[in-house]
């Protein structure tokens, strides 16, 4: 039997953190990955996504030429080498996560696949690995939703739609989330007629409805397909297709496409654990975990995806470098702290929020003023041409005090305009702080400015300042 101070059980981006924090702090490291090594997030998420978005946000540049005074014809799409960039892409970023992971000190890359023994013990293959203390990080997959007949009509997730060989001529998305969303309006830009199927009542279910809306707006105009309130009742292939079944707010409708993209969702990677022989119980597909990332288990942590909290990559980071810290300084733990949690969908226009939103700061009883502002009106975004000319930035401030808490974007750029009003939420800044603050002019980062004067007109107006 191996003894480490630390198992960690994925090697993802979250499990890496584990591994880096814990052994830069000294701790003895045992790092257990099934492979292939990189994680979701290079090899089918996060950059695979974003190499094939930059090619539709070009191709969509391209077609608003002409407004710029710029005459040019409908570009060629080289399939093949569009898939071929991705895959150079992911070859690199999974390449240096491997150095990364060799490099990692005091730590020990242990592959193959992990059954707990005991609440103390793994066996990974024939190697039988004890730890004082345990990360679990082993990520998620995607949710296949029970409808009758998927299995057999045949589907793809996200993993096979970042690699086609073939653009199809036609597709259905399942979920309007972050996923379906992006990889929806790249197949409707690359010239695939895209239908997106959407229980709830608007795309983007987290979001506001106005930021929903906004985004509805863009996606119908690239040609896209959108029924919302929708419920699919049944899959079967014929002609080579997928037919589905779909009851559309009370409409039975029939939709046929050459693939059906799931995209509903996660759930924990956690099933070949063998989690009750560590005395653990996943609940609705993940790991419960307290405020210092312990499971009921209290030498055993979660960090990532199985914690179903937000399946963010920048969040599990975070939340992996807690736990192992936790892990080591029981003493004196860190707290997880979920007030500032950003996160982004990559569209056109892009969609970005931190803090509260609208409806919720409502749904809590909270006092609080909106402002905001649209692009629309905004000079830069005018001078930049259609494309930019989408979306607004809207903060929620507190009435009393005008401290911000929380902002969302729908515009171009947006995950990279957040930033400033996530530093500016950290420092628990009030809007009309974040007005005073010098913004280069003509710039698109200037724009939190005016919804930031808006609440201070008001928080005047109702005689607060």
């Not at 795309?203 to 106005?210: K, V, Y």
């Not at 070949?272 to 005395?279: E, H, I, R």
Request: hydrophobic residues 45%; negative net charge; charged residues 25%.
């Amino acid at each position: 039997m191996e003894r480490f101070d630390l198992l960690v059980l994925g090697a993802g981006a979250a499990g890496f953190a584990a591994a880096r924090t814990a052994g830069g702090q000294g701790a003895t490291v045992a790092l257990v990955d099934k492979g292939p090594l990189g994680g979701l997030c290079i090899l089918w998420g996060c950059m695979p996504s974003k190499a094939l978005l930059r090619t539709s946000e070009v191709i969509e540049l391209i077609r608003h030429a002409g407004e710029l005074g710029l005459d040019v014809a409908e570009p060629s799409i080289n399939w093949g080498r569009i898939m071929a960039r991705r895959e150079r892409l992911v070859r690199e970023f999974a390449d240096y996560r491997i150095e990364q992971i060799d490099d990692c000190p005091n730590t020990t890359l242990v592959m193959g696949e992990a059954h707990f023994l005991d609440a103390r013990t793994v066996q990974v293959g024939e190697r039988t690995l004890y730890g004082e203390h345990i990360i679990i990080a082993t990520g998620s997959h995607t949710f296949i939703p029970p409808i009758s007949g998927l299995a057999d009509a045949g589907y793809i997730t996200s993993d096979e739609a970042l690699e086609l060989p073939e653009r199809p001529a036609s597709m259905i998305v399942l979920g309007a989330g972050a996923v379906g969303l992006e990889l929806g309006q790249f197949y409707q830009r690359m010239g695939c007629q895209v239908t997106i199927i959407q229980r709830s009542a608007h795309i983007l279910s987290t979001e506001d409805a106005d930021v929903a809306e906004a985004l509805t707006k863009s996606l119908l105009g690239d040609g896209m397909t959108i029924l919302c309130r929708a419920k699919s009742q049944s899959a079967r292939r014929i002609d080579n297709q997928i037919e589905l079944q779909v009851d559309a707010g009370g409409e039975l409708k029939t939709l046929r496409a050459d693939q059906l993209l799931v995209a509903t969702g996660r759930v924990g990677n956690l099933g070949f654990l063998d989690l009750a022989k560590a005395g653990l119980v996943a609940e609705k597909g993940f790991l419960p975990v307290d405020e210092q990332l312990r499971t009921t288990v209290p030498h055993i942590f979660a960090a990532g995806d199985v914690t179903g909290k937000r399946l963010l990559v920048h969040l599990g980071i975070q939340q992996a470098e807690w736990a192992a810290h936790n892990a080591l300084h029981p003493d004196r733990p860190h707290r997880a702290d979920y007030r500032l949690i950003p996160q982004a969908t990559f569209t056109d226009p892009g969609v970005a929020d931190v803090g509260l939103k609208e409806r919720e700061a409502k749904a809590q009883g909270l006092d609080v003023l909106i402002g905001k502002y649209e692009f629309a009106e905004h000079g830069k975004a005018m001078c930049m041409g259609t494309p930019a000319m989408k979306g607004f930035v809207k903060l929620i401030g507190d009435a009393k005090t005008g401290e911000i808490l929380g902002a969302s974007i729908v515009g171009p750029e947006a995950a990279d305009l957040l930033h400033e009003l996530i530093v500016a939420m950290h420092y628990r800044a009030k809007a009309g702080e974040l007005a005073l603050i010098p913004h280069v002019h003509p710039t698109l980062a200037e724009i939190v400015t005016y919804p930031a004067e808006e609440i201070e007109d008001q928080r005047r107006a109702r005689g607060l300042i």
